[in-house]
């Protein structure tokens, strides 16, 4: 399976399976984990972790605490496709796979800025 990337007019293609977004809270300035799964029927989310609490960002009454971090596995839902918005107020969105983790910009090889850009599952054409 492949994951796309698509910014400001250019597409991506990852070849993963599976990856965590992480990213930091732009008020709170808290970190925020995501595992995700790419699937021929579309991105599912799996687990999602906070480093912490604050404003919009409190865990749900399911989560636990584990190394510091508030875990929960949220119901399964299958995503056609995620969009990632970029305040600029908090760095960067991180992709990171197979024990390496790269900024969006890194993986387009130019900055992103303010740019949106959404996950899909790559598509055959």
């Known amino acids: ?6 910014s400001a007019g250019v597409v991506k293609a990852l070849q993963v399976a599976a990856f965590t977004l992480a990213w930091t809270h732009s008020i709170e300035k808290t ?8 699937t021929p029927a579309g ?11 604050g ?14 971090w508030f875990q929960w596995s949220p119901p399964p839902a ?4 995620v969009v990632l918005g970029n305040s600029g107020a ?26 949106v850009t959404t996950m899909s599952v790559c598509r055959d054409p």
Not at 1 to 6: F, G, N, Q, T
Not at 92 to 99: A, F, I, M, Q, Y
């Open 31 to 38: 970190a925020w984990q995501e595992d995700w799964l790419v």
């Open 90 to 115: 908090a760095g960067e969105w991180h992709l990171c796979s197979v024990g390496r983790c790269q900024t969006l910009s890194e993986i387009f090889e130019h900055p992103i800025g303010a740019n």
């Open 55 to 68: 404003a919009g960002m409190e865990p749900p009454p399911e989560a636990h605490l584990v190394d510091g």
């Open 43 to 53: 991105l599912t989310l799996q687990q999602a972790r906070i480093k912490g609490t």
């Open 78 to 81: 299958l995503r056609a496709e």
């Open 1 to 6: 399976m492949s994951l796309c990337l698509a």
